[in-house]
């Protein structure tokens, strides 16, 4: 009976990863062990579940319906023996967490910094991300993603206040172009964007004044990953930026930035941490969104 829930794994492990090379790092095995693991179980089961090419693998039609049977199974025991270890002083295992690296500055990773010096047993994967990721397909514990974004069918927790998000240009670049008036202008200024990996889209300048909310969709010579370097590159004169206005109001203190459609800037309901509802949480993940959640602080009405 092990050697067939460890089949079980390699199989799951292997579908997951669609790759025998990450999924054997994994499960620290040989890629020529799990290959015979997994060809043993479709032999077993007289059925193929994996389609093999020399670039990728992927479940058949059976393999999909044995890893739909399986894996929250699989899933409901490894929380069992999470929340055992909860029994311990000494909380240990990996959380794995998606969010952007805007939030992960600004709100995780300060928050998390005493934590994981409080237990050392305890292991943060911190994956930023645009996309909108299913933590449960991807096999994450938490994310952490703006309270609009998170599905309803989702435990989520406010961390975070409300954020604006701002346009901003150095003043180098404003000197050799005349200013936006109308959002409608912003089309004529070279703007730098964001592209969002799970759509393959660049994300679209939203815009609030009053009740009037616009989308623009701008171009520019420049696009990132990453808003870090929108912040670099608007600094460097090479246009204007869609960005948090928390992340840049000190260089606009400081001159090195300015406002672009200032009546315009709108504000969405601030960044939370979000788990399933159906999965029970380990001792590490409740301790991961404590952290989060105590270092937000309401302001008062």
């Given at each position: 009976?092990?050697?067939?829930?460890?089949?079980?794994?390699?199989?799951?492990?292997?579908?997951?990863?669609?790759?025998f090379?990450?999924?054997?790092?994994?499960?620290?095995?040989?890629?020529?062990a799990?290959?015979?693991?997994?060809?043993?179980?479709?032999?077993?089961?007289?059925?193929?579940?994996?389609t093999?090419?020399?670039?990728?693998?992927?479940?058949?039609?059976?393999?999909?319906?044995?890893?739909?049977?399986?894996?929250?199974?699989?899933?409901?025991?490894?929380?069992?023996?999470d929340?055992?270890?909860?029994?311990?002083?000494?909380?240990?295992?990996?959380?794995?967490?998606?969010?952007?690296?805007?939030?992960?500055?600004?709100?995780?990773?300060?928050?998390?910094?005493?934590?994981?010096?409080?237990?050392?047993?305890?292991?943060?994967e911190?994956?930023?991300?645009?996309?909108?990721?299913?933590?449960v397909?991807?096999?994450y514990?938490?994310?952490?993603?703006?309270?609009?974004?998170?599905?309803?069918?989702?435990?989520?927790?406010?961390?975070?206040?409300?954020?604006?998000?701002?346009?901003?240009?150095?003043?180098?670049?404003?000197?050799?172009?005349?200013?936006?008036?109308?959002?409608?202008?912003?089309t004529?200024?070279n703007?730098?964007?964001?592209?969002?990996?799970?759509?393959?889209?660049?994300?679209?300048?939203?815009?609030?004044?009053?009740?009037?909310?616009?989308?623009?969709?701008?171009?520019?010579?420049?696009?990132?990953?990453?808003?870090?370097?929108?912040?670099?590159?608007?600094?460097?004169?090479?246009?204007?930026?869609?960005?948090?206005?928390?992340?840049?109001?000190?260089?606009?203190r400081?001159?090195?930035?300015?406002?672009?459609?200032?009546?315009?800037?709108?504000?969405?309901?601030?960044?939370?941490?979000?788990?399933?509802?159906?999965?029970?949480?380990?001792?590490?993940?409740?301790?991961?969104v404590?952290?989060?959640?105590?270092?937000?602080?309401?302001?008062?009405?």
């Open positions: 009976m092990k050697e067939d829930f460890n089949d079980l794994v390699g199989f799951m492990t292997v579908a997951r990863e669609r790759n090379t990450r999924a054997a790092a994994q499960l620290g095995v040989s890629q020529s799990l290959s015979r693991t997994v060809a043993a179980l479709e032999k077993r089961m007289g059925l193929q579940l994996l093999r090419t020399t670039r990728s693998v992927s479940p058949t039609d059976a393999g999909e319906r044995l890893l739909s049977a399986i894996a929250p199974r699989f899933e409901e025991i490894e929380a069992e023996v929340s055992l270890r909860a029994l311990t002083n000494s909380p240990a295992g990996t959380v794995r967490i998606t969010t952007t690296d805007y939030a992960a500055n600004a709100h995780v990773w300060p928050r998390l910094q005493p934590l994981l010096r409080q237990y050392p047993e305890l292991h943060i911190l994956v930023n991300d645009y996309g909108l990721t299913d933590i397909a991807d096999r514990d938490i994310g952490v993603r703006l309270g609009d974004q998170v599905a309803k069918d989702m435990i989520a927790v406010r961390i975070a206040p409300d954020m604006t998000m701002a346009i901003v240009a150095s003043p180098s670049y404003l000197e050799a172009r005349p200013p936006a008036k109308t959002p409608q202008e912003l004529l200024h703007c730098i964007n964001l592209r969002l990996p799970t759509r393959n889209a660049l994300l679209p300048w939203e815009l609030r004044k009053g009740r009037r909310d616009l989308q623009v969709w701008v171009e520019g010579q420049l696009t990132f990953n990453n808003v870090y370097q929108m912040v670099d590159a608007s600094l460097a004169g090479f246009g204007l930026a869609y960005l948090p206005k928390d992340l840049v109001e000190a260089h606009v400081a001159g090195r930035l300015r406002w672009v459609l200032e009546d315009w800037f709108p504000t969405f309901v601030g960044h939370h941490v979000y788990y399933p509802s159906r999965r029970k949480s380990s001792r590490a993940v409740e301790l991961v404590d952290a989060l959640k105590t270092g937000y602080q309401p302001r008062a009405r």
